[in-house]
């Protein structure tokens, strides 16, 4: 069993050997800010047959504290300094969760203190703040002989994968190209309680701001369903913000596959009107269209006057990633979502980023690593990519 989009031959059995068995895994966190608040620790709580949270660290005592006793954890088990919780030999996984320009440099630390320990890490995403750190994390689970995932919900939110597979079988027949508008609120999210009243966001230590950090989401998912991204061309609207700088951007986008489409990410307003502009994929039999990701239905309309909705759960990557991560450090199954996957995302990011400064078309994924399953298929085929 390979490890998908790594193009290494070790399996996670090579990688643990010996590890194979079913039990509860215990977990060590590092940060526990909104992130845990929000979205790993509701998954973590559906999950108490294959996850015990055993320890946390956090540079505020007081708050990790509170986490401490709420989740009936001794005070014993908080730490503030990130090697102290990691002297401990009893933890299976360390999920971090700290500001984007810290990934990197702690996931390094991590890894490089857990190596050959039989313990796996989860990342937040994006896996670093720089393409030449996030060429470094590529290489971290493999140097260090230790299984890494990158939360990506995205890449394992149940619609996303419903619209692959619809894709897939082609239930609209052969795609043609797409659009997809996202908008997100910056300005006025920022005076709520929400991600974005975070200090580290209003003013980021990383390049891109909101557009890579939130961008690279709904950029994760487009490649998870069409696939490596071949060539792209953006545009941005300059603004004075520290948040990000563009308003807006507007990226056109040639896939490996064939198919083209336009992405349009606005961070700093509303969009009014409804239905939402949302993700449409149109084909040669009909369209597929997702207003939003917390809607819970996908519609379907064919060229024939039919008409589908199929129905989702909203908001399930965080369980879902948490269920694949199990599995993979019990041995059943591939990690999902890898550095290396994730690579390819941020480096989407950037080349949007590239392009808009330079004005030019930017070629993307060098390789085809970053297919689909069922394109892995389709590249055996005659003349595919070719």
């Not at 500001?99 to 440099?105: A, C, M, S, V, W």
């Not at 209003?202 to 909101?210: C, D, I, S």
């Not at 006057?305 to 399930?316: C, F, L, N, V």
Request: overall charge negative.
């Amino acid at each position: 069993m390979r490890i998908p989009g790594t193009g290494y031959e070790h399996t996670i059995k090579n990688l643990w050997p010996g590890v194979i068995r079913v039990r509860k895994l215990k977990v060590g966190i590092i940060g526990v800010g909104m992130a845990f608040e929000r979205l790993h620790y509701p998954a973590y709580q559906k999950l108490t047959d294959r996850y015990e949270i055993a320890a946390l660290c956090d540079l505020d005592k007081v708050k990790a504290d509170m986490w401490a006793d709420r989740l009936k954890i001794s005070h014993k088990n908080v730490y503030t300094e990130i090697q102290d919780i990691l002297d401990r030999e009893d933890l299976d996984v360390v999920d971090i969760m700290v500001p984007i320009e810290l990934n990197f440099k702690v996931t390094e630390a991590v890894a490089k203190r857990l190596a050959g320990q039989k313990k796996g890490i989860i990342c937040e995403k994006p896996l670093a703040p720089t393409l030449e750190q996030a060429r470094a994390a590529r290489d971290l689970a493999q140097k260090y002989n230790v299984p890494i995932m990158i939360a990506e919900n995205f890449r394992h939110n149940q619609e996303i994968d419903i619209i692959r597979d619809l894709i897939r079988t082609k239930r609209i027949g052969d795609v043609i190209y797409f659009i997809q508008n996202r908008v997100v609120d910056f300005p006025g999210d920022m005076l709520q309680d929400k991600f974005s009243a975070k200090e580290w966001r209003q003013h980021p230590e990383f390049p891109g701001g909101a557009i890579t950090d939130t961008g690279v989401h709904d950029l994760a998912g487009l490649r998870h369903i069409f696939g490596p991204i071949d060539r792209l061309q953006a545009f941005g609207r300059p603004q004075a913000s520290d948040f990000a700088p563009y308003s807006a951007v507007n990226v056109n986008l040639l896939f490996k596959s064939g198919v083209t489409g336009q992405f349009t990410f606005f961070c700093a307003g509303k969009e009014m009107q409804r239905p939402l502009i949302g993700l449409r994929i149109f084909g040669t039999e009909g369209m597929i269209y997702l207003e939003g990701r917390d809607v819970g239905t996908i519609n379907l309309a064919f060229n024939d006057g039919r008409k589908e909705q199929i129905p989702y759960e909203a908001q399930k990557g965080y369980y879902n990633e948490l269920i694949n991560f199990y599995n993979a450090l019990t041995g059943s199954e591939p990690i999902s979502v890898t550095p290396e996957m994730e690579f390819g995302d941020l480096k989407t990011v950037h080349d949007i980023l590239l392009s808009i400064k330079e004005g030019r078309i930017i070629s993307v994924d060098e390789h085809t690593t970053y297919r689909p399953d069922y394109q892995q298929a389709l590249a055996e085929q005659p003349g595919f990519l070719q």
